[in-house]
Structures are given as structure tokens and as C-alpha cells.
């Protein structure tokens, strides 16, 4: 069975401050997708990544795929109070049309 | 914005009875996806379509059935509900990627359906 890991859980952070956000798996994924969910809503896709090492950037927020493509990393520079909400990492199912998600970063950036 | 809609967005039941959900898409978007969301446990897959009556199981589909007769509606049934459903379900669609017919890897989400089960 694949499973994403999502660490920290929770984060709860001064405005200003960094923060990464890591999504772990023993499974190779061929894609990983970042979504942000914000209360009552459903996820809104952030960015996906497909190459092993890639590195995209979303204005402050920096995502990389490892080299390895099982695990990935999200960096915010400079958290605003805007950046709250839950983060989510999901991977493809080898094989199927599946997407398996991680259990999420719940982060709150304090004014 | 994807136009999804989903309703109801709120429901409260008791135990045993048959409840319905639904999932109307106006993007003509080949795949359609079924998850709930619990406290530690993310977005978990109950049930997928690739297809007008082409649905495959998902990690959590014990308790669940789906129907799809046409493109743009997928309704998630629970035969006899459970307090174990009680839950946030949330569909989802994804276009299909070209020549490969897989999906892409954007989906698209639905506001999603508060379920409470007594």
C-alpha cells in the first residue's frame, strides 16, 4: 500500500518567519501534486511537479521533488497571515488513474 | 473556477438509512473522483469513474456504491448509513490527458457535503 507522509502536522508561525513543509513516501511517484485547502472549501491545486530534482516557484512558495521522486518539499519565505490553511501532497497510483493524498500541514501564520 | 456543485452541502441522517450524494459537473470532464475527509486522515479515494458506467473502487469503498449515467453527474449512495460515515465527502474531475487517456494530474474540487450520521 502507498502512503504519502506529511510532516510537520501542525505549524503555527509569526508573520515573517520560513517554514518547510516535507511529504514522504517509499513509493515512487511519477507526479506530485501540492494543493492548499482553506476551511469549508475543497483543495485548490498549487503546482505539480514531474522531474526527478525539479524545483518550481510560486511567487514565496518554492516546491521540490526529490531526486528519487518519493518525496517532496514545500518553503514559504516570508509567511503572511494569507498563507493559512491546510497543505496537501498528493502522488499518482502507479498503474491506475488513483491519486493517493497525505494526511496534511495544517498552518497558521499569526499577524 | 471548475464548475463543480455538489449536493446536499449538508446532511444530517440517522443510522440505516439510504443516503445519496451528488456530484454535477458542467466541464465535460472524462474522470470523477469520490473522497471523504477525516481529522488525521486526509483525502481518502471511495470511488472513481474513468467513464459513463465505468467506476473502479477506491482505499475506503466498503459501505459505498456509485452510479454514472452520464458524463456530468456521479452519485456516491450509502445503502445504510453508518456513524463511521459521518464525514466531509468531496468530489472531484479530472480531464482526460490526450492520447494516453489517462487522467491529468490537475483535479478539480468540489465544495463538498457536511454528512452527519446519529
Known amino acids: 500500500t502507498q502512503l504519502l507522509e506529511q510532516s510537520p502536522q501542525f505549524l503555527s508561525i509569526q508573520e515573517g518567519e520560513n517554514l518547510t513543509v516535507y511529504c514522504n513516501s517509499s513509493?515512487?511517484?511519477?507526479?506530485l501534486q501540492w494543493y492548499r485547502q482553506e476551511p469549508g472549501e475543497g483543495p485548490v491545486l498549487l503546482v505539480t511537479?514531474?522531474?526527478?530534482?525539479e524545483v518550481k516557484k510560486l511567487k514565496r512558495l518554492t516546491f521540490q521533488f526529490g531526486d528519487a521522486r518519493k518525496d517532496s518539499s514545500l518553503h514559504i519565505t516570508a509567511a503572511q497571515p494569507g498563507d493559512t490553511g491546510l497543505y496537501l501532497c498528493?502522488?499518482?497510483?502507479?498503474?491506475?488513474?488513483?491519486?493517493?493524498f497525505g494526511t496534511g500541514t495544517r498552518l497558521k501564520v499569526l499577524a | 473556477d471548475a464548475g463543480i456543485t455538489q449536493s446536499p452541502r449538508h446532511k444530517v441522517t440517522e443510522t440505516g438509512t439510504p443516503v445519496t450524494l451528488r456530484c454535477h459537473q458542467t466541464e465535460n470532464h472524462r474522470y470523477m473522483y469520490w473522497y471523504r475527509q477525516d481529522p488525521g486522515h486526509g483525502l481518502r479515494l471511495i470511488h472513481y469513474?474513468?467513464?459513463?458506467?465505468?467506476?473502479d473502487k477506491g482505499e475506503v469503498s466498503d459501505g459505498y456504491s456509485v452510479s454514472r449515467s452520464k458524463t456530468e453527474d456521479f452519485l456516491l449512495t450509502l445503502e445504510s448509513a453508518t456513524s463511521s460515515q459521518t464525514s466531509v465527502y468531496f468530489c472531484?474531475?479530472?480531464?482526460?490527458?490526450?492520447?494516453?487517456?489517462?487522467?491529468?494530474?490537475?483535479?478539480?474540487f468540489g465544495p463538498g457535503t457536511r454528512l452527519t450520521v446519529l
Open positions: 472531484a474531475i479530472s480531464d482526460d490527458g490526450g492520447l494516453t487517456g489517462s487522467p491529468t494530474d490537475t483535479q478539480y
Open positions: 469513474s474513468y467513464g459513463v458506467k465505468d467506476t
Open positions: 511537479v514531474v522531474t526527478g530534482g
Open positions: 513509493s515512487v511517484f511519477s507526479s
Open positions: 498528493a502522488g499518482d497510483v502507479a498503474g491506475t488513474y488513483k491519486y493517493i
